[in-house]
């Protein structure tokens, strides 16, 4: 196969993930949430077991008028909804699906690429908040800007964990290494990376820059239409993001049964899986307040990845 064939086949393929799953997973917390809080409206919408709802909600942004306010930086305003969705984009490039083959792009530093680009989901929540000339929009910026910068570390610290564990920076190289031994030993280090992840995509209960009933919707406030869409859509991309992540680094990837044919079967259904729990915490847990939120991340998070890089290093010289 010619090399730009090769390369279009892989684009084309990530991206058409990057366009289904995150719909999945925002069909998923629909149903989840209507059964667990008895939501009576998403499982009635396009008749059996409200399977429209997720359509209907699409119909409804591209029907809302698309405003931007006149005091706003327009330039920056409008591009600050593509700019959460790219990042995201180019983490499923490195994400394995299987063995051999199955990811886009094989990177011996795949890791390190992922949490780099991962990072820049702060500038694109500071784009919208200052642009947006709306001081609630500001103060969901800034606490959005703590938080990010704040649990940045632990999630650090926790992948650096496995990646000693492992001997490698590359996704498939610590699939390939992984042990059923490790969901013992780096189990710390898989809450710390999971908990900092949920927090990274501002997720409830980590979700103080949107804070609903302080802020509007924070950053978002004077977001409408598409763009306000494509806000919602980065939150579902992101948790297909940390889910993949948390099923490739802790959870063994396309370790399974017949993992040679049905190694991308394994990992999607254990990526589906991390999410609903993402999906169940929101339902569960109530917003933390910013001082709770910050003193789990220093106090309780920091510490527990510092000992487990610890502990890794002494089993690695000890083995």
Not at 74 to 102: D, T
């Amino acid at each position: 196969m010619p090399l730009w064939l090769d390369l279009a086949v892989r684009i084309v393929a990530v991206v058409a993930a990057f366009l289904v799953l995150p719909l999945v997973v925002g069909q998923m917390e629909h149903k989840a949430m209507a059964h667990m809080q008895a939501r009576l409206g998403p499982m009635y919408a396009g008749g059996f077991h409200g399977w429209a709802q997720l359509i209907a909600d699409g119909v409804k942004f591209v029907q809302k008028e698309d405003v931007t306010p006149r005091a706003a930086d327009r330039r920056v305003f409008q591009l600050a909804p593509i700019v959460a969705l790219f990042p995201y984009l180019v983490v499923l490039l490195a994400v394995p699906l299987g063995p051999g083959a199955l990811v886009a792009q094989k990177l011996d530093i795949g890791l390190f690429f992922v949490l780099a680009v991962l990072g820049v989901g702060v500038v694109a929540v500071l784009m919208s908040a200052w642009a947006s000339a709306n001081k609630y929009s500001l103060l969901g910026g800034l606490r959005g800007a703590a938080q990010l910068l704040g649990y940045e570390l632990p999630l650090v610290l926790a992948a650096a964990s496995v990646a000693m564990a492992a001997g490698t920076l590359s996704l498939p190289g610590i699939v390939a290494a992984w042990s059923p031994w490790w969901l013992l030993w780096q189990l710390p280090a898989m809450v710390v990376f999971f908990v900092s992840g949920v927090a990274e995509i501002r997720r409830p209960p980590f979700d103080m820059p949107i804070a609903d009933s302080e802020l509007v919707v924070g950053y978002m406030t004077e977001y409408t239409g598409l763009r306000f869409a494509f806000f919602l859509l980065t939150e579902y991309v992101g948790i297909v993001v940390i889910a993949a992540l948390t099923t490739v680094l802790f959870l063994g990837g396309w370790h399974g049964p017949f993992a040679e044919q049905l190694g991308w079967l394994w990992t999607l259904i254990k990526v589906f899986a991390v999410a609903f729990v993402i999906i169940w915490m929101r339902v569960t847990f109530p917003r933390l307040r910013e001082d709770q939120l910050q003193r789990i991340c220093w106090l309780v998070l920091v510490p527990v990845a510092l000992a487990q890089l610890v502990l890794t290093a002494a089993v690695k010289v000890l083995t």
